[in-house]
């Protein structure tokens, strides 16, 4: 019989556990954004987000709110937000309009 706590049994788990963290975060941003104006800071937190922005191209790793949620706090920090994509899936029309309304 096998302990649970033997290491060699953990392991794999372990590995297991980090492959899809590790694959998100070589695929690139999860949120993209672009916004109206560049950004005051290239690298800033907006809903507990962190974004990349060079210009009024932004990026960031995934959040644990709705995109609506997570376009309307960076539309808070950096202003209005022209489009917003989530996992390759963009806002459409009446979402976005109401990212921009939440300031």
Do not use: Q
């Amino acid at each position: 019989m096998f302990k649970l706590s033997s290491p060699a049994l953990l392991l794999p788990l372990l590995g297991a556990a980090l492959v899809p963290a590790t694959a998100g975060a070589a695929g690139g941003s999860y949120y993209r954004a672009e916004i109206a104006n560049p950004a005051k800071t290239a690298k800033f937190v907006a809903r507990d987000v962190i974004w990349s922005c060079d210009g009024v191209n932004c990026g960031a790793g995934r959040g644990t709110s709705r995109p609506l949620i997570i376009c309307a706090g960076l539309a808070r920090e950096v202003g209005e937000v022209k489009s917003f994509t989530a996992n390759g899936t963009a806002l459409a029309a009446e979402e976005l309009a109401r990212c921009n309304g939440a300031k």
